[in-house]
């Protein structure tokens, strides 16, 4: 870079800016406001900067977090004082809770603007608590302040955000007084000694190693003792980061003979099961009668928590000598209070691991994994017959036509509430493998369209967004990141929150519409045509498919929209699940 900046506060930020992109760390999701002018003139000036606008700092939040589930590296979320920093604080929390890798930098106020009543001005130091893995507050730049504060923090800041042991955001927070525009005023802009250096190369100032290498027989052998000894064990494959992650856990089943239990986040739930993988798992696990008949004497349960509460019941009611939890993060995973081992590693490397010494046994189970199988294929030969003699569009079809067809090569952006859990219960298997991103760390409402609009922006490549209307009201103006980015949105809208019909709650009709189902009346024609969306309403199974197909072969985003009813959606999963309950035996 130049030392050619026209003050101190844009010299300040151009290092913050090139510091961040010689780290790997180049795409920046910014906000307009006045106090972070010198950060966002930085970005436009700087070459390598992509750079994504939004008018709402809690969208452009959650589009860094949805680039971050698919790149695995941080986005840059820039944003300026005040409330606008509060607003990034939903997307912080999911972040938190799932390892995301994320770098807030917010423009803050200086020191003797504080607490003056001044516009604008809030307290912004540690805001969002501990929800980051770390913060650090800048300086007012100043001559007489070293500028080598700003590479040193930048870098120990991408290394937490990406640290193996705890990834999540990080939270950088700059003072700058003015003059915020890239204005010329009187400063030394001479090349600090220190710096001298840095600026004739293209790394970072400070270097940071990361552990690496395959786990030592001494890490592996407490768990491989514990695990050999199982007659009847189950791999689980909860929420994964990317496909390699998954392919490991997959390997690894195996190799050990075991049934896998794949969550539909696994990134191996869609596409070609594996030889012992149980599809439909969260169906066969309906049967009381199989469930007291499978009780698991070890669980080795890999990755973040899946959709499936009824699996979660099963381990708590089953209570297996060995439950192990396989994580990349140091964070406590134990939500029923029965884990006896817990292994922080790499996924790759330590099922890796396992699997070579799982190869040397002399003999694999048989009988166990065949009996879940059969299961799973009287589950799947159910819902083939059942939505084979069906000609009404629902929500478990949708979810069913999407995963048959969604073509190889995209993403697949998924809803809390009912579209995770329609796609993890109904996929089928056969259709084409895909990365898959949920925001379930917290399993918020927030940003999932923003969310989608990072997914495909990382992926580079385009995405089927799966959405209740409830969750596309709450993110409706992230509609304007999809104008020009392959996204097609199907919105299943059933008036209302469909997620409490399947709820206690729901018993109680006095309060439930009014407080719980929440209807609202609306429909999304004419949301699409205020942002340049392509729209769909089809009625009919024929009609749904045609226009999905087609929408996936178009370059700009189209919204598709689903109407159904809410209290015969509950009825049909209900109806399935008897009948599939009923098939398992």
């Known amino acids: 870079m130049t030392f050619n900046a026209p003050n101190r506060n844009r010299f300040w930020a151009d290092l913050l800016v090139e510091e961040l992109i010689r780290s790997g760390v180049d795409f920046f999701c910014l906000a307009p406001g006045s106090r972070s002018t010198p950060l966002t003139t930085a970005v436009a000036a700087h070459p390598k900067a992509r750079a994504l606008l939004h008018f709402d700092e809690r969208g452009a939040a959650f589009c860094a977090l949805g680039y971050a589930r698919a790149t695995g590296r941080p986005a840059v979320w820039m944003t300026t004082s005040g409330t ?33 009543g001044t516009n604008q001005t809030i307290d912004q130091v540690k805001i969002f608590g501990g929800y ?27 290394h937490r955000a990406c640290r193996p042991a705890q990834p999540g955001p990080v939270h ?52 491989w003792h514990a695990l050999r000894q199982a007659e009847r ?43 012992t993988q149980v599809v439909y798992y969260d169906q066969v696990l309906a049967s009381a009668p199989f469930r007291e008949a499978h009780p698991p004497d070890a669980v080795l349960y890999v990755g973040g928590l899946g959709a499936s509460k009824r ?12 439950f192990a939890v396989l994580r990349e993060d140091g964070a406590r995973f134990d939500p029923i209070h029965r884990v006896t081992h817990r292994i922080e590693a790499r996924i790759e490397g330590y099922c890796a691991a396992l699997a070579a ?105 385009p995405v089927t967004l799966v959405i209740g209307d409830l969750a596309l009201l709450h993110d409706l103006n992230s509609l304007a990141l999809l104008r ?51 729209y769909h309403h089809p009625e009919t199974p024929e009609a749904f498919l045609a226009a999905y197909v087609a929408a996936c072969g178009r370059p700009a985003a189209t919204l598709m929209e689903v109407t159904t009813n809410r209290k015969s959606n509950h009825a049909l999963h209900q109806d399935l699940l008897t009948r599939v309950v009923a098939a398992v035996g």
Request: charged share 15%; aromatic share 6%; proline share 10%.
């Open 84 to 116: 606008a920093v509060a607003n990034g604080l939903p997307a912080v929390v999911e972040a938190a809770n799932d390892g995301v890798p994320l770098l807030l930098v917010t423009a803050d106020r200086p020191p003797e603007l504080r607490d003056t």
């Open 132 to 158: 980051v893995r770390w913060q650090f507050e800048l300086p007012v730049p100043a001559d007489a302040v070293d500028p080598s504060v700003v590479l040193t923090t930048v870098d120990h800041a991408v």
């Open 172 to 223: 950088l927070n700059c003072m700058f007084r003015e003059p915020l525009a890239p204005d010329a005023e009187p400063w030394d802009a001479g090349v600090p000694p220190a710096l001298a250096l840095w600026k004739a190369g293209s790394s970072p100032f400070t270097r940071y190693a990361v552990p690496a290498g395959a786990p030592s027989e001494v890490e592996t052998a407490p768990v």
């Open 233 to 275: 064990g189950l791999v689980v494959a909860g929420r994964l980061a990317h496909a390699a992650q998954g392919a490991a856990v997959r390997n690894l089943a195996e190799a050990l003979g075991w049934p896998l239990l794949a969550d539909i986040a696994s990134q191996v739930r869609l596409g070609m099961p594996g030889p």
């Open 311 to 322: 699996l979660l019941q099963f381990i708590e009611q089953s209570a297996p000598t060995c």
């Open 357 to 461: 010494l799982a190869s040397a046994r002399l003999a694999l189970p048989v009988k166990w994994p065949a009996s879940w199988r059969a299961a799973d294929d009287r589950v799947a030969a159910c819902l083939d017959e059942v939505f084979a003699d069906t000609n009404r569009l629902t929500e478990p079809l949708v979810a069913r036509l999407i995963a048959q067809h969604l073509p190889a090569g995209h993403g697949l952006c998924l809803a809390s509430s009912m579209p995770v859990r329609d796609m993890d219960m109904y996929a089928p298997p056969g259709g084409a493998p895909a990365r898959v991103a949920v925001n379930r760390g917290a399993s918020g409402i927030d940003g999932t369209v923003a969310t989608a609009a990072g997914f495909t922006e990382g992926l580079q490549a």
């Open 484 to 534: 020009d980015r392959p996204v097609v949105v199907v919105v299943v809208n059933n008036d209302g929150g469909g997620i409490f019909s399947f709820l206690p709650i729901a018993r109680h009709t006095d309060v439930f519409e009014p407080y719980f189902g929440t209807p609202h009346g609306l429909t999304f024609a004419a949301a699409a045509a205020l942002f340049g969306l392509a």
